[in-house]
T-cell receptor, first 111, second 113 residues
Framework: QKEVEQDPGPLSVPEGAIVSLNCTYS??????FMWYRQYSRKGPELLMY????GNKEDGRFTAQVDKSSKYISLFIRDSQPSDSATYLC???????????FGKGTSLLVTP | DAGVIQSPRHEVTEMGQEVTLRCKPI?????LFWYRQTMMRGLELLIY????????DSGMPEDRFSAKMPNASFSTLKIQPSEPRDSAVYFC???????????FGPGTRLTVL
């Protein structure tokens, strides 16, 4: 079993919908949590970064971490067709350690 | 800054041939990571370097894979001999000291026939 689990989707939503993407993990030592966005045939790029439990908001994106449940989420409000991409969660124990990635969830936002 | 540079972008080779993938990290970054991405297994860490020194190579699938970082601005990932199951997209990423933000290159799409 991988340390980080993520539903691969695909997830298809209409433009304007609220999107919820999730990951679960098994290693309680993880304390740095990230979301990367990967467009087709491109490398992943960092979207959100959070430390420990709590919420972080950046524009239409909100990252949520619940360490007690070992569960992290990414919410996208007012989704746009340009949000269509694969979203990968990533996490590690400490700065300088390698990241553990989920497999990614494919999102399609239809006009 | 040009970002992380990888070459070639696409590589098609025949089974048994040697393949060399190249990466130039962002200037000033201390960490360099090599990943492999497939539909089945997702993004897998192969090896990473800190200040040109390999820190963890436990993800390297077998002895056919080797990686070097002769200086701070260049790294190679070599597969010899290549096999069809090595077909994947190989990414290089770099990050600075004290930060977890990894910047990925565009990847090399490898096809082994």
């Amino acid at each position: 079993q991988k340390e980080v689990e993520q539903d691969p989707g695909p997830l298809s939503v209409p433009e304007g919908a609220i999107v919820s993407l999730n990951c679960t993990y098994s290693n309680s030592a993880f304390q740095y949590f990230m979301w990367y966005r990967q467009y087709s045939r491109k490398g992943p790029e960092l979207l959100m970064y959070t430390y420990s439990s709590g919420n972080k908001e950046d524009g239409r994106f909100t990252a949520q971490v619940d360490k007690s449940s070992k569960y992290i989420s990414l919410f996208i409000r007012d989704s746009q067709p340009s949000d269509s991409a694969t979203y990968l969660c990533a996490m590690n124990k400490n700065s300088g350690y390698a990241l553990n990635f989920g497999k990614g969830t494919s999102l399609l936002v239809t006009p | 800054d040009a970002g992380v540079i990888q070459s070639p972008r696409h590589e098609v080779t025949e089974m048994g041939q040697e393949v060399t993938l190249r990466c130039k990290p962002i200037s000033g970054h201390d960490y360099l990571f090599w990943y492999r991405q497939t539909m089945m297994r997702g993004l897998e860490l192969l090896i990473y370097f800190n200040n040109n020194v390999p820190i963890d190579d436990s993800g390297m699938p077998e002895d056919r894979f080797s990686a070097k970082m002769p200086n701070a601005s260049f790294s190679t990932l070599k597969i010899q001999p290549s096999e069809p199951r090595d077909s994947a997209v190989y990414f290089c990423a770099s990050s600075g000291q004290g930060t977890d933000t990894q910047y990925f290159g565009p990847g090399t799409r490898l096809t082994v026939l």
